[in-house]
């Protein structure tokens, strides 16, 4: 759907490999993963301030995940070890929402919340829109419950492999999820591009002055 040709997913170890080879890391949440050594949080840590964005998943909030399942305990604790910014839910006015596809919601499997870096206080508003210039515009974090994974999984024919919703709305939902990954992924790779281009009247008279 684009012109991004991207490799095959692949497993990756946080513990010994080197993320700096990897813009985006889809974290899924277990209850019972191990706590990152001082050594990946580290490396997670560099990966976070250098560009790169994890999207957490606890894959919870088709089962009612209001923060107090085990996998959204879980992730607290993973989190704690990480240089996260404030967060709040993703606002209307944010990148994510346009990259490539005009989104609303977010959906994955299940439909819910999803959380993203917080714009500063002191933001400079242009267009009646913050600047995000953190990370070249990108949030480092995306976090949220609705398993996305299981929504994109094709088997060897190219069939769905886990069910979404229920008859055609099911089927629009999965479409959707389609349309959060890819705009994420574009929004990984180009940053504030498309936030700049709602910034262009600013940013011409920024120049000119």
Do not use: C
């Not at 964005?53 to 088709?62: E, H, N, S, V, Y």
């Not at 704690?80 to 404030?86: K, N, R, Y």
């Amino acid at each position: 759907r684009t012109t991004i040709e991207p490799a095959e997913p692949m497993a990756v170890d946080i513990e010994r490999d080197e993320l700096a080879f990897f813009p985006f890391l889809y974290w899924p949440i277990t209850a019972d993963q191990p706590i990152p050594s001082v050594a990946a949080y580290q490396k997670l840590n560099q990966f976070l301030r250098t560009g790169g964005m994890i999207l957490f998943d606890t894959r919870d909030a088709g089962f009612g995940g209001n923060g107090n399942s085990p996998e959204a305990k879980k992730l607290q604790m993973i989190a704690s070890g990480l240089d996260i910014p404030p967060i709040e839910p993703v606002p209307d006015d944010h990148v994510l929402t346009r990259t490539f596809y005009l989104l609303q919601d977010f959906p994955g499997r299940h439909t819910g919340p999803i959380w993203v870096e917080a714009a500063p206080p002191d933001a400079e508003q242009a267009e009646g829109m913050p600047f995000r210039n953190l990370n070249d515009g990108v949030t480092p974090v995306v976090i949220g419950g609705n398993d996305w994974a299981a929504a994109w999984a094709v088997d060897d024919r190219g069939l769905p492999m886990f069910p979404v919703g229920n008859g055609s709305g099911g089927e629009r939902q999965r479409e959707i999820a389609y349309r959060f990954g890819i705009n994420l992924v574009m929004h990984v790779l180009t940053g504030n591009y498309k936030s700049d281009q709602v910034h262009v009247p600013a940013l011409l008279e920024r120049l000119g002055q």
